[in-house]
């Protein structure tokens, strides 16, 4: 059976999580329209257009329903979204039911719960996605939680996080050319691919490979570079053990030295024959340039890679360089020709990782938290009259008692019966004493 935060975030129409995220990433556009009139407003200001004024109350719950998310009454969330201003909450409410019920039919059909497809979609909503690309993202981003055995929720914050960072729309597609022939994918499920192919690669797991995107994934993305290269440089260092937030500063450091280098960057550079640009001035891939780093080193000593190294990426990431530049080239090709061929890579570890007797367990139990959704769905508005019609009875009868006293609700021949009862129990009680207490004496002087 469900627990309350799923009946909650599913009864209502997937509720508090995703229902006050989702609201408020689809009006994050609304509120910087009206940022500066709140400002005023704060101020003790009147707005420009009295007609205006339910957008204040509008941006006031969404404030109310951004605190109850992170209070412990999370229930409360609903009910505060469902005050929102009428016109933009009908706008928004049938979104949220699909939403709802995508979450239910992932329940129902695998291993991950309805509540936790809901959870995965407040990540998606927190990052402005729109409704029909969450709903289109979901199951490549379920088939890589799967594949890697991170929970859902925290997939979700993973791949939404680092598409933003690589500057990955969304409602955006990847164009995959397999076996001759091209095809187009949503962006979320090529993201997964990439991270299942990289993490089953390489010495490195999709936790750690979202920990390096924090640090790395901003500075590539705004480089140019694409998730697969960043991918292969982050297997390569994670193979000689540098992994999850070292990997990440390590390249962050690499990318900026390079990008604006010192004198002493730009001599390495120049002694290696290596710049992130072409002699048109366009921006090298990621792969072009560790391909000119690997021919650079090549040959060098190791003394003289160790000072090079130290010169291009500073000393804390002089070891995630030469991790990428001294793999073999077996390693490197191979982990590179992965990477790149990871089309439908998330969803066959997926099916490989459920096709065992706790896959089947774990959808028996999505499925049984589904079924107890639909159950309560069901029964929830009847159950609430009569349980309303049960509180109304005993709150009358709870006033009538302090009003009028018992006898208002006991018949005045209950009441005189059981005063007869209590006086002829006391009449006969205290002549039962004074028998039994000569009966004692009687026997205490005879014994």
């Known amino acids: 059976m469900p627990d309350d935060l799923a009946l909650d975030v599913l009864g209502r129409g997937v509720g508090a999580h995703v229902d006050a995220a989702h609201v408020l990433a689809h009006n994050a556009q609304y509120d910087q329209d009206h940022a500066a009139e709140q400002q005023q407003q704060r101020r003790g200001g009147r707005p420009p257009d009295g007609g205006r004024r339910a ?16 209070g412990k009454q999370r229930a409360d969330v609903g009910r505060n979204a469902q005050r929102l201003d009428g016109k933009r909450r009908k706008a928004v409410h049938p979104e949220i039911q699909q939403l709802a019920d995508k979450a239910k039919e992932m329940g129902a059909k695998t291993k991950f719960s309805a509540t936790e497809s809901a959870e995965a979609f407040q990540y998606m909503a927190m990052a402005g996605w729109k409704t029909g690309d969450m709903l289109n993202s979901i199951e490549g981003i379920m088939n890589l939680a799967a594949a890697s055995g991170e929970d859902l929720a925290s997939t979700s914050d993973i791949v939404t996080d680092a598409m933003t960072a690589f500057g990955l729309a969304a409602d955006g597609t990847t164009t995959i050319i397999k076996n001759g022939y091209s095809k187009e994918v949503s962006n979320a499920t090529h993201f997964a691919d990439v991270l299942a192919k990289a993490a089953s690669n390489s010495n490195t797991n999709v936790g750690m490979m979202g920990e390096t995107f924090k640090y790395v994934a901003p500075v590539a993305g705004a480089l140019g570079f694409s998730v697969e290269d960043c991918a292969t440089a982050i297997g390569l260092m994670a193979n000689s053990g540098i992994k999850a937030s070292q990997a990440g500063t390590s390249l962050r450091s690499i990318f900026t030295r390079m990008a604006k280098p010192t004198k002493e960057v730009q001599a390495a550079m120049d002694q290696l024959g290596i710049s992130l640009t072409n002699s048109d001035g366009s921006m090298k891939s990621l792969k072009e340039i560790m391909n000119d780093l690997r021919s650079g080193f090549a040959g060098l000593t190791e003394a003289q890679k160790a000072q090079l190294a130290a010169s291009l990426g500073g000393q804390e990431a002089m070891s995630g360089l030469l991790a990428i530049v001294n793999a073999s080239d077996e ?8 990477i790149y061929d990871a089309d439908g890579a998330a969803k066959e570890m997926a099916d490989t990782m459920n096709d065992n007797l706790q896959g089947a367990l774990y959808e028996l139990g999505s499925a049984a938290e589904s079924a107890g959704i639909e159950l309560y769905d069901n029964i929830k508005n009847p159950a609430k009259k009569a349980v309303r019609a049960a509180a109304t009875e005993i709150r009358s009868l709870s006033t009538t008692i302090k009003d009028n006293g018992i006898e208002a609700i006991i018949p005045e021949e209950t009441i005189t019966t059981v005063k007869n009862l209590g006086t002829t129990a006391k009449a006969v009680g205290a002549s039962g004493l004074k028998v039994l207490g000569g009966a004692a004496q009687f026997a205490g002087e005879n014994i």
């Open 55 to 70: 957008g204040k109350v509008v941006d006031d719950d969404i404030d109310k329903v951004e605190k109850a998310r992170h």
């Open 331 to 338: 390693d490197y090709q191979k982990l590179t020709d992965s």
